[in-house]
């Protein structure tokens, strides 16, 4: 079956622009995970959706990030004002009810100029 | 903020030697780890996990050990190969945090032909 897709896999942005990067989960898993990744560096939490709990938002850094979970299934990162510190790769993960192994996607890579 | 720290950033090893990639996590609470593997470009993909009602934990030429005295964990990878070089991540999870996975910063593998 298909694993976790995200779109796109790369996007330059102009510094205050908005971007939205997408995630497509594996189908059935109700956990979704976004994590971002500086270079060379470990994975930072921003926000976790579980099935149609409210979601833990604790990681996002600032205001300017938001994400919401459409029906259960796709995410949308939304990053307004861009500035250049948020360029980084942002990763999607996803994982069924249980405690189970995160599947990850391939990370969009987003640069701002 | 939760601490998974791994020893050391950067391992060589010579083909076909056995690799030991070491992580220490803060949290005696966490109850579930995992070890994924980053090749460049691509997300983290998971090689194995543990639960904390264990102390060690076999795969295809991977075993996960955890000493849940000193909150260490390690990888063992037998005969190292060309292919397992990568960047190694560790990851924990406890249910008292919400079921939010926390990552080290990462181990770099580089294997020597």
């Known amino acids: 079956g298909a694993g976790v897709s995200q779109s796109p896999s790369n996007k330059v942005t102009e510094k205050g622009k908005d971007v939205e990067l997408r995630c497509d989960p594996i189908?059935?898993?109700?956990?979704l995970y976004w994590y971002r990744q500086s270079l060379g560096q470990g994975l930072e939490f921003l926000i976790y959706?579980?099935?149609?709990?409210?979601?833990?938002k604790s990681g996002l850094p600032s205001d300017r990030f938001s994400a919401e979970r459409t029906g259960g299934s796709v995410s949308t990162l939304t990053i307004q004002r861009t500035q250049q510190e948020d360029s980084a790769v942002y990763l999607c993960?996803?994982?069924?009810?249980?405690?189970?192994?995160?599947?990850f996607g391939n990370g969009t890579r987003l640069t701002v100029t | 903020g939760e601490s998974v720290g791994l020893h050391l950033p950067t391992l060589s090893v010579q083909e076909g030697d056995n690799s030991i990639i070491n992580c220490a996590y803060s949290n005696s609470a966490s109850d579930y780890f995992i070890w994924y593997k980053q090749e460049s470009g691509k997300g983290p993909q998971f090689i194995i996990d543990i639960r904390s009602n264990m102390d060690k934990r076999q795969g295809q030429r991977v075993t996960v050990l955890l000493n849940k005295t000193v909150k260490h964990l390690s990888l063992q990878i037998a005969a190292t190969q060309p292919g397992d070089s990568a960047v190694y991540f560790c990851a924990e999870n406890s249910y008292f945090t919400g079921n939010q996975f926390y990552f080290g910063t990462g181990t770099s593998l580089t294997v020597i032909p």
């Open positions: 959706f579980q099935g149609n709990s409210a979601p833990d």
């Open positions: 993960a996803s994982s069924p009810p249980n405690l189970s192994p995160l599947h």
């Open positions: 189908s059935g898993h109700t956990a």
